[in-house]
């Protein structure tokens, strides 16, 4: 291997820089001497046109490698097929991650909201079966009502002096309805007292029923299809039936008309019969069902009128 | 990040596939052959696209696929073991500007510089090959290999050189003479 034995100190500088200069790396001042020393210097000279022939050598060789089409074309096909979906592409893991969190969260949310609406439901069965099974065995199976309709001072007397000034209210608020019958009864198998006024028009009979609460009630939210009147609604035993809520009083709407005429007749009965039965409740006269005479069922100076009213042989619902 | 808006595969191929030519080539120059290098490019840019959200808009893109390229080719090399012939290669205190360069053939023909070049040391011939083919700079250089600048320079250096001498074999080989410098002075043999 020869060792150059410059006589210039210079040169030897320079070729240091040729690296540097040959790659653009220079300080604009280095350059510059490299430059003028490069005009003065014919070996140095040589020595940077043989690196740079070089390195253009290589840089032909490398254009000279012609990339296939076919591998490009095989990428771009492999890309597609990775093309994302909604849930797909590189972020394949954390979508499906995410989902699962979003499933079991929604999945929970919505066990829990079913759960509830359920059991709201049956709430709202269940209260609402006690207008619709005092209607269906008093008035539809039992028919404990007469054809024509009975006048309103006997009405008035079979109610008793607590509740004989509801007649008025549903008189008044069942327009195209007439009431035939109205008396306290019970269903057999249950202590519980019902205050019926059975009604007839739209070609079908229509029941009015108010009961004491015993510690039911009914769910808030979206179980009130009115809320302005707190109305809830249910079919059961193939009848439609509305129901509210007064301080001590279950109120029913019961018939098989369609639900949409049961609320709106409910809607229009509900608020006045609430009134009367709360300003009732809160007066010296508390309408107790236990305190009217002939609602005490086989006891002694109970009417035959009365008596009939009980509603005998049907089975509790 | 959940989702990325602008995650679309034409978007990648819009920033990713211009630099498909660069990248083969370097593959190729560096690759033992076709196939390696094909498949090489092929998981650039399929390693690319995957991490295609983690790419910044506007940012080097050519340096970002590079560096996955390398990536994938020390993977495949397992560099480490070759260490210690790297530090037989790399002495901090070079000295060879001292020693006369090598004479370059006149006429260079490709597959001489093919078969030189395959005879350099792959860790020298990545670094000649960003610096003097795809005119990365030092720095690039640095961040693309993961490497000091210090010894990016060099890496160049030395690589520069290993080549020119293993040019220099083969064309002695196949009775190519080098390029007749002109004697100057204070020079001896």
Redesign the interface.
Known sequence: ???????SEQC?RI??HL??Y??N?LLVETTSDVLRHLESCE?CS??LE??T???D?????????I??EE??Q???R???K???GFFG???RL??AV?LLIIVVVLGGFATEQWIRVQRGRRIVASVLALGVSDHLQCAIKGHNYPNIANPPEKLRQQLGPQYAGLLEVVQQKLPGFEVLEAHICSVQGSPRKYVHFITRGHGTILSVILTRREGEQLPNGKWLVSGSVGLYEAHLEGMNAAGFESKEYLGFVVSDLSPAITVQIATELAPPLKAALDAGTGSEARLDLDAVPFARGGSAGVSPAVARATCPGVPVL | MFFHPKLRVEDFEAAAMPHFPDLYRTARLLAQDRAEAEDLVQEVYLEAWKSFHRFQAGTNCRAWLFKILFHRLHHFRRRWAKAAKVEAFENPEDQDHLIAETPVPQEIRDEDVLQALGKVPIEFREVVLLADVQEFSYKEIAETMKLPLGTVMSRLSRGRKLLRQELAGVAQAFGITPAKDPPRAGESA
């Open positions: 291997m020869n060792v150059l034995n410059f006589n030897a070729r240091r690296d540097a040959l790659s790396e070996a040589r020595e043989a690196r022939r070089v390195r050598a290589l840089r032909r060789v490398a254009v000279s490698q990339p296939p591998l490009r095989s990428i771009q492999q890309l597609r990775m093309q994302p592409g590189p972020q954390t979508w995410a």
